[in-house]
Each structure stands twice: as C-alpha cells, then as structure tokens.
C-alpha cells in the first residue's frame, strides 16, 4: 500500500542534542513538507520542498534544517537552537501540478520530548 | 497574512444530533478548501475538499461541506453524529493566492456524549 512512514513514533531528547526525523512516502510525490503541532495552535509550516535538492522556509524554520537527497525521503533535523521543541511533527506530501497539487496526504506523527 | 479561522476551539454534540463547524479564510478568489479530521496522536486522514464546480461537496464518512464564497466560509456538516466522530477538526487553505501551500486554522475538538 502507499503511504507516508513516520520514525520514530516517540522520540525523547536532552537538552542540547540534535535528532533527526525520518518521513518516507511510496507516493511518488513530488512535494514534500514538515509540520509542527502544538495544542490550540493547529499546524505550522516549518520546511517545504517542491522538488528534489529543493526546499524552502516555512512559518517556524529557524532551528530546524532538512534536506532532500531523494524523492521518497525529506529527512527533519531538530537542532539545539530550536529553543521549545517538544511538539507533534508531521509530514506530508502532494503531487506536484493543478489543483491536486494543494491536497496534502499526511503521516502518522512523530512525538519529540525534550528532558 | 493569510489566515483561516475556526471560531469554536470545543464542540460538544448528542449523539444523533446534527453537526456543523464553521470556517472561514481571509482571502481568495480560487481558494482551494479542505476538511481534515485528527484522531489522539494520529495524522491527519482528508475528509473532503472542493477545487471548483458544485459548491456543496461530498465526503466521507457522511460529511458534507458548503463553499459560500460570499461568507468566504466552508463549513462542514453531518446529519447525524456517531459516538466514532469524536476527534479534531482542521480546515485548510491552499491555491496559488497562498503560494500553493495550505494554511491550517487552529481546529476544532468535537466531543460526543451519548
């Protein structure tokens, strides 16, 4: 079946470290994007990306980074400047072109906790 | 900036009762429309979504929502609430005036008591 691969489901980290999240999607998607969700405050773009070797800021960017080495792979990087991470990731994807390009297909969620 | 607003953060309904949440968006004269429903520390699965034509759509799990694009509002609908529908809701924005990107309001928490 396809669909987008979130890893890990829980994630917990110390202050001060770096972790990666993993988001695969088999859609053969172009678009790829990263979500971060906090309680009242729905979803907020962090990274976007239309293509491969492509992405761009979004809303919150600053102390994350990702990357986009393949189609099926949009790697989230949270990094020690990001000063309140613990949240709910998500990652989507869409098919790129026309009015099918808004409809975002979403993955289950990664849940980082900062000790 | 662009921005979609769900005026009712908790809705609490019987269950048989009707459902309506509302939405609204800022701006758009091609809005794309999009209904989302969250389960508890899952993602989020598409109920329905409206791109142009008939301005009542259809979705699934007996959903329907209504573009008004003189109330810029699409609001979702159900006739009739099960005890399974209890969950968040998010409405969603895209098209090219919110550079094909989709702004997210803050959801709706439905609680349905029997």
């Known amino acids: 079946d396809g669909g987008i691969t979130q890893s890990p489901k829980y994630l917990f980290r110390k202050e001060g470290q770096n972790v990666t999240l993993s988001c695969e999607q088999n859609l053969n998607h172009d678009a790829m994007y990263w979500y971060r969700q906090d309680p009242g405050q729905g979803l907020r773009l962090i990274y976007y990306s239309q293509i491969v070797n492509d992405f761009q800021k979004g809303d919150i960017a600053e102390g994350y980074s990702v990357s986009r080495e393949k189609k099926e792979s949009f790697p989230l990087t949270v990094t020690s400047a990001q000063k309140n991470p613990t949240a709910f990731y998500l990652c989507a994807s869409s098919p790129r072109g026309g009015s099918s390009y808004n409809e975002q297909f979403f993955g289950p969620g990664t849940r980082l906790t900062v000790l | 900036a662009q921005s979609v607003t769900q005026p009712d953060i908790h809705i609490t309904v019987s269950e048989g009762a009707s459902l309506e949440l509302r939405c609204n968006y800022s701006y758009g004269a091609t809005p794309y429309l999009f209904w989302y429903v969250q389960s508890p520390g899952q993602g989020l699965q598409l109920l329905l979504k409206y791109f142009s034509g008939d301005t009542l759509v259809q979705g699934i799990k007996g959903f329907e929502a209504e573009f008004k694009r003189s109330q810029s509002s699409f609001n979702l609908r159900k006739p009739s609430v099960h005890w399974s529908d209890a969950a968040e809701y998010f409405c969603?924005?895209?098209?090219?005036?919110?550079?094909?990107?989709?702004?997210f309001g803050a959801g709706t928490i439905l609680r349905v008591k029997s």
């Open positions: 969603a924005v895209g098209g090219m005036e919110y550079g094909n990107k989709l702004v």
